[in-house]
């Protein structure tokens, strides 16, 4: 394995037999790392967005449940 910094960026060189599930998970989580960086969300709002998100979601189900009978 190889870490090079450059002026914006960081590159990883990997050997080609690396797990690549494993590497999908890494690079998800640096994804999701890199989207939050500038968040200034705190977690409560983050749960009260999910539980929202997840009320839509029955509704939805609901919905296309009662239509499709």
Known sequence: MLIERKSN????HLPSYVDTTGLQRLIDY?????ATSKSKAKQ?????LVKEVEKGRKNITSNSRL???
Request: glycine share 0%.
């Open 44 to 48: 409560a709002d983050v749960d009260k």
């Open 30 to 34: 640096l994804t999701y790392k890199e």
């Open 9 to 12: 960026e960081i590159i990883i």
């Open 67 to 69: 239509r499709s009978n």
